[in-house]
């Protein structure tokens, strides 16, 4: 069993430095499909179970962490657990789109494979699709040096919110 350490700066563990709530604001969201639904429920579940998320110059945490959408931009705003304001971090989604667009496309193909194709191009599509993922959460990642400190698992989790967030259908 790992015991997390006291960070010298703060006193606090890293357990301190996670999400405790996500909530996705879906004012500007028309239906969605059970699937994406699904993927929504699974990343949120995934992401609350384990992570790592610390706002640069906090001290404290844990956090909830409210994503949206704002003209081409992400919207992480993040509060405290009694629901104070903590920050606010917002990141252009262009750096993004390209890897969102083929990571859409990709997941169009394996769920039609699933239905008719040979298992072995399902898993060469499945491949791709998780190469696309790692990829969306590096390049996510990245966006969020100096702002956010994320481990890779919570950033891999995030990009999958991202999408959600752009789903339509």
Known sequence: MRVPLPRASTGKTDVDFRLSAIILDEASVVHRSRAIEQEREVAIYDLLEKNSFRLEGS???????????EENRLVMDVRLED?????????????????????????????KAIRTAQPYQIEALDMARKTLHDEGATELQK?????????????????????VLQMRG
């Open 59 to 69: 001290g404290s945490g844990p956090y909830q962490l409210t994503l949206g959408l």
């Open 143 to 163: 966006r969020l040096e100096g702002k956010v400190e994320t481990d890779f698992d919570t950033a891999r989790r995030l990009f999958t919110l991202v999408c």
């Open 83 to 111: 629901g104070s304001s903590h920050g606010r971090v917002l990141l252009s989604l262009t750096p993004l789109r390209k890897v969102v667009k083929d990571y859409f496309l990709i997941c169009e193909s394996y769920y």
